[in-house]
């Protein structure tokens, strides 16, 4: 992984719904996305939001989380030198723009 690309905020500031309430910087809006499924694991290459393609340069970071009996697959991407991060919830199949990360 490229040194320059690390951003410590793709994971470590994420919101916690229990112990914030509302959260204003949270997008949650339903995207789609072009991924490849391989091996069990997801590598997501572009997703379209608002009707513009975003092509996927490096996941940053990818981690799961389990709520309730869906397990979320979350990602840190960056697309044009924007960092975004989509998750994919497994019980839905809806893929999602979290937030973008500053």
């Given at each position: 992984?490229?040194?320059?690309?690390?951003?410590?905020?793709?994971?470590?500031?994420?919101?916690?719904?229990?112990?914030?309430?509302?959260?204003?910087?949270?997008?949650?809006?339903?995207?789609?996305?072009?991924?490849?499924?391989?091996?069990?694991?997801?590598?997501?290459?572009?997703?379209?939001?608002h009707?513009k393609?975003y092509?996927?340069?490096?996941?940053?970071?990818?981690?799961?989380?389990?709520?309730?009996?869906?397990?979320?697959?979350?990602?840190?991407?960056?697309?044009?030198?924007?960092?975004?991060?989509?998750?994919?919830?497994?019980?839905?199949?809806?893929?999602?723009?979290?937030?973008?990360?500053?």
């Amino acid at each position: 992984m490229n040194q320059n690309s690390f951003s410590p905020k793709a994971r470590w500031d994420r919101f916690e719904p229990g112990k914030y309430g509302f959260n204003p910087d949270a997008l949650n809006e339903r995207i789609e996305v072009l991924a490849n499924f391989k091996h069990a694991k997801i590598f997501p290459k572009s997703f379209t939001w608002h009707s513009k393609e975003y092509v996927i340069e490096t996941i940053t970071y990818n981690w799961q989380e389990r709520i309730g009996q869906a397990l979320i697959s979350y990602f840190s991407v960056l697309c044009a030198g924007q960092m975004y991060q989509i998750s994919f919830d497994n019980s839905t199949f809806r893929w999602q723009i979290d937030k973008l990360i500053q």
